[in-house]
């Protein structure tokens, strides 16, 4: 028997509104930081991580939203991914979770282990691998004709030529938990863009010796300023 995560109608609510909400950081990097979201340090291997906090009273959200290339499509998402360490409670209640906005609505792809999305450990780095796979699960029940436990292969045989405006990374579950829900992720692949949350400031000082895993390592300084000029691709 499957189950799935407590989703209140406030939370959904809330999910269809985020896009709206104000914006406070890293523009010029491909992301911008919202709610209870800062730059952390350390990252996974790295020197610069993102958390997201959700507070129980008052209710509090955080997340990052990607900037998504004009004409992307439900169906050309084919990589979706982060690496995610809990400080505080856990994953639950439908999220952490990557909502991709389309026709107005959102499809809501859930970190944690399926099919509940709840118990992740605590204080560990772990690693999603690329959650937008064929037999990859996707809620798309607010979507016409969407079931809650879709696949991404019949998900793109009902949507994949609509128009994706954009895509989130979000955690708003404090009042599943009755406490503060805190995540710190890293590493987030959409597509062929993986966002570290690093600049070439991250490489002076001795910095580009601390990239031990992907974006790095680095041959030197000059080779990770690079990187980061070029625009943070991989």
């Not at 406030?10 to 919202?34: D, K, M, N, R």
């Not at 990052?64 to 998402?77: E, H, K, M, R, V």
């Not at 994706?164 to 938990?177: A, E, K, M, N, R």
């Not at 490489?203 to 680095?218: T, Y």
């Amino acid at each position: 028997m499957t189950v799935k995560p407590a989703l209140s109608r406030s939370i959904l609510a809330l999910a269809v509104a985020l896009a709206a909400v104000p914006i406070s950081a890293g523009a010029a990097s491909g992301y911008t930081l919202f709610g209870d979201a800062q730059l952390v340090s350390p990252g996974n291997n790295s020197p610069t991580g993102v958390q997201l906090r959700s507070t129980f009273v008052p209710a509090g959200f955080g997340g990052i939203d990607f900037a998504i290339p004009s004409g992307t499509t439900f169906g050309s998402i084919s990589n979706l991914g982060t690496d995610y360490k809990f400080t505080a409670a856990s994953c639950g209640g439908g999220s952490p979770r990557f909502q991709i906005n389309v026709d107005g609505k959102n499809a809501f792809v859930y970190v944690g282990p399926p099919p509940s999305y709840t118990g992740c450990v605590m204080n560990t780095w772990v690693s999603t691998g690329n959650l937008a796979t064929p037999a990859g699960f996707v809620d798309t029940s607010q979507l016409p004709g969407g079931a809650f436990y879709d696949t991404f292969a019949a998900a793109d045989l009902k949507y994949g030529s609509d128009t994706v405006t954009g895509i989130q990374l979000v955690i708003d579950s404090g009042w599943f938990f009755k406490a503060t829900q805190t995540v710190i992720v890293d590493n987030v692949m959409i597509n062929d863009t993986t966002y570290t949350f690093e600049s070439k400031e991250s490489c002076k000082d001795g910095g580009w010796e601390n990239f031990i895993a992907s974006p790095g390592p680095f041959k030197n300084q000059g080779d990770c300023v690079s990187f980061f000029a070029s625009g943070d691709k991989n």
